[in-house]
């Protein structure tokens, strides 16, 4: 069984470029949640997809968009960066079950630098 | 906001003493969870407590559960270095899908 991976580690983009974080879901899981974590604060929650359509988001605008895969990988993509999306984005899988949603299991994160 | 508060915000203790923790939170929950995580970097389940539960133990953790305060603690005894890190409260929210966070509490153990 493997693990939540997210690439990149790390990255550095400029104001106004657009960005796209990947994340593979633990195996057998079939929801990926992606949250945001700025310097000293607890995660943000941004948005979840479940096979393949987004099931709840959190109050980030709508540059901030994502897509899931029929394998169940993710992808975040944020348009027109800007300084204050600078943070560790993290992604979690989980399994979906009809009684709700269930432990979540996270992966190391991205490191955005937005300069 | 929904997002849950932590205390204290930072803790310092020496190795072998117990370290606790509180979360209080704001809305009707089914169960609250806590995360650690090393160095900012992901975080790790560390155990999960029903809404029906009001003590939970797992190896060295503790943790109490009270629905008429909305709050939560997580006792570590006789700490570790190794247990330096971050400590995060969580539960759902938003239908069950959300799952939102408290503050932390940045723990560190002094050998």
């Known amino acids: 069984e493997t693990g939540v991976t997210q690439s990149p580690t790390h990255l550095i983009k400029t104001r106004g470029q657009q960005v796209t974080l990947r994340c593979s879901s633990q195996?057998?899981?079939?929801?990926v949640s992606w949250y945001q974590q700025a310097l000293g604060q607890g995660p943000q929650f941004i948005f979840q997809?479940?096979?393949?359509?987004?099931?709840g988001r959190g109050n980030f605008p709508p540059r901030f968009s994502g897509l899931q895969f029929p394998n169940y990988s993710s992808e975040l993509n944020v348009n027109a960066l800007e300084l204050d999306d600078s943070a560790l984005y993290l992604c979690?899988?989980?399994?979906?079950?009809?009684?709700?949603?269930?432990?979540?299991?996270f992966g190391p994160g991205t490191r955005l630098t937005v300069l | 906001s929904q997002q849950g508060e932590e205390d204290p915000q930072a803790l310092s203790i020496q190795e072998g003493e117990n370290a606790t923790m509180n979360c209080s939170y704001k809305?009707?929950?089914?169960?609250l969870q806590w995360y650690r995580q090393n160095s900012g970097r992901g975080l790790v389940h560390l155990i999960l407590?029903?809404?029906?539960?009001r003590e939970k133990h797992s190896g060295r953790l503790r943790v109490t559960l009270d629905t008429s305060k909305k709050s939560s603690s997580l006792l570590i005894t006789a700490s570790r270095a190794a247990d330096t890190a971050s400590y995060f409260c969580?539960?759902?929210?938003?239908?069950?899908?959300?799952?939102?966070f408290g503050t932390g509490t940045q723990l560190k153990v002094e050998l």
């Open positions: 979690a899988s989980s399994l979906a079950g009809i009684a709700g949603v269930n432990e979540q299991f």
């Open positions: 969580a539960y759902f929210t938003g239908g069950g899908n959300k799952l939102t």
């Open positions: 809305t009707s929950i089914n169960n």
């Open positions: 997809y479940y096979r393949e359509e987004e099931n």
């Open positions: 195996s057998g899981h079939n929801t």
């Open positions: 407590i029903r809404s029906n539960e």
